[in-house]
């Protein structure tokens, strides 16, 4: 011993490197037991340069043990047969194997092959020429390591294959350690001194594995670090890697978050992708166009609405189609009631004539012929009747003295013949005095009403209409509007309604129709003077004499009981301001025949008030 070192050659070794590969118990081994197992054909025991063997307890050197007698031979320094005998010839000095010792024996058996085996191919020559130094890799180990033991090359196990837990026994050749059963202690021998290896004599291939005495071993557990120290990654597949004791605890990650996240966004996408189909299902596709509308709703509506109050009142409303004696005209009644009696303008059926055609037509559609009951032109109303009809709807009479301005009201009519049309507005003033017709230039078509103004839309055709309250109860018989300028059209035809509408107060048109149905005509309420209809001052002035020069002031008649003279400005009727002549008639009509008025008149700067009672008039 030279400080460890041998002073001579050193057989040449080899171990491939096993940096990188931690200890499987997680603990770093110290840099004296990462050397890799040397790969090594030598037939000596594995252990220090210089040391004896742990087989010698067994009484024969080199013996191996009990692991080595059982493993397979490696597959490159395996001898061959030939090579049995001469190998066992030249080991000079070694000693024999007893001949009592029937395990050595055995051992020798197993591991050495019979003698007449083929040659195996000569060893090729080293890649390296021997290190004098002996440096690692290429040299033996330096004194600053331990020696490696001298292995001999068994294949290497897969990739993953686990490891076994202990160091290979003293003298196994090759291969991994492998649990061994606790054998029965066996005589101990002398152990005879064995000579240290020689560096000068390399192993050959013409030597023959020696077949030492196995020597039991004990079993000590090793740190789970040293199993690399074992494990050669680069030799071929060989025995199953083993791992003893409890498995490394996998390391938990944390996944429950990025779960959670894509699950939310799965379903996120899940049901904005149903409610995207759903829709595009729903309106017929990416490539038909089909919009969104209100489902079916009840009909029925407030009793006090527009639509309500048409509803009631539409069954009693009909059309007129009139013609005679090269005239024709179209205007609007309502059913007075079920005997077929229809009221409407006297204008509407003036082109009939006496023997002119007057038809009918309902709200449904139905038409019928009519027949005139009468008429009056100062109060501009008609009466006809339909006869053989049944079913017949009489539309409600309301009472027109009830009227305040404001209240809401509804036209029906036919406006230029568009039968069953419906306007809405507001009463927008009353006891409005106008005066319409004339067109036959004797005065005898001019009617005189105290109208109830309105701005629900009336046009041509609408003429006869019922104008009705909120209850849909008849107010007024619409008659007349305000046109513009001339009241004539850029075609010549009638101009359409600004918002000045008027209609006959129901009181009056009631006791027309009554007069009208009864005795075929109407009487009309007078004071018996003639007005002067020229006169430009304020209030109506009772002329200085009559039609045709008879008296101004009608002998016997009312006004000349009161004692009104011919020359007298009437200036108020029952307290109301009095404008003009057409106004004084307006107020009068107003009124039935034999009511009381009070009249105040001024005469020669003077002002009276007389009273008188109304008289009679037929309608001519």
Known sequence: MDDGKPTGPKAKWWSRP????????????APEERTSPEVSASPEAPGS????????????????????????????????????????????????????????????????????????????????EPDPYSTPPYGGPGPWAPAPPVQRPVP??????????????????????????????????????QPHPSPQQPPTHAQAVPAPVPAPAPERPQPLS???????????????????????????????PLLIGAVVIALLAGGAGGVIGAYVEGNGGITQVELPQAGPESAARAPDSVAGIAASALPSVVTLHVSGAGEQGTGTGFVLDQQGHILTNNHVVDPAGTDGDISITFSGGETAKATLVGK?????????????????????????????????????????????????GIISAKERPITAGGEKGDGSDISYVDALQTDAPINPGNSGGPLVDAEAR??????????????????????????????????QGKRVA???????????????????????????????????????????????????????????????????????????????????????????????????????????
């Open 474 to 507: 008849v107010i007024g018989i619409n008659s007349a509007i305000r046109a513009a300028d001339t009241g004539a059209g850029p075609d010549g035809g009638q101009a359409g309604s600004i918002g000045l509408g008027f209609a006959i107060p129901i009181n």
């Open 226 to 256: 040293s199993i690399w120290l074992q494990y050669d990654p680069w030799s071929a597949p060989g025995q199953p890697l083993t791992q003893h004791g409890e498995p490394a605890a996998p390391r938990k990650r944390r996944r429950g």
């Open 376 to 424: 009056d032109s100062g109060y501009d109303l008609a009466v006809v009747k339909v006869s053989g009809v049944s079913g017949l709807k009489p539309l409600p009479l309301g009472n027109s003295d009830n009227v305040k301005v404001g209240d809401p009201v509804v036209a029906i009519g036919a406006p230029f013949d568009l039968q069953n049309t419906v306007t809405s």
């Open 49 to 128: 340069a210089g040391a004896p063997s742990q087989a010698e307890g067994s009484g024969s050197a080199g013996a191996p043990s009990p692991a080595e007698a059982s493993a397979p031979p490696s597959s490159v320094d395996a001898p061959t047969p030939e090579d049995a005998t001469p190998a066992a010839d030249d080991r000079a000095g070694a000693p024999a194997t007893p001949a009592g010792d029937s395990s050595a024996v055995t051992a020798q058996s197993a591991d050495v092959p019979a003698t007449g085996a083929l040659a195996a191919p000569p060893r090729p020559k080293p890649l390296h």
């Open 514 to 620: 009554e007069e009208l149905i009864n005795t075929g005509k109407a009487t009309h309420p007078v004071i018996g003077v003639s007005l002067d209809m020229k006169f430009t001052g304020d209030g109506a002035r009772v002329g200085d004499k009559g039609q045709d020069d008879t008296p101004a002031v009608t002998p016997g008649g009312p006004a000349v009981k009161a004692g009104v003279k011919p020359g007298d400005v009437i200036t108020e009727v029952d307290g109301k301001r009095v404008h003009s002549g057409e106004e004084l008639i307006v107020k009068i009509r107003a009124h039935r025949p034999g009511d009381r008025l009070e009249l105040t008149l001024r005469r020669g700067g003077d002002e009276r008030t007389v009273t008188l009672v109304l008289g009679s008039a037929d309608s001519s």
């Open 18 to 29: 096993s940096t990188g590969r931690g200890a499987t118990s997680g603990q770093e081994a």
């Open 156 to 193: 290497t196990p897969a990739h993953g294959t686990p490891v076994p837990p202990l160091y290979p026994a003293p003298g196994v050749q090759g291969g991994y350690a492998q649990p061994q059963p606790h054998a029965q202690p066996q005589q101990q021998h002398t152990p005879s001194p």
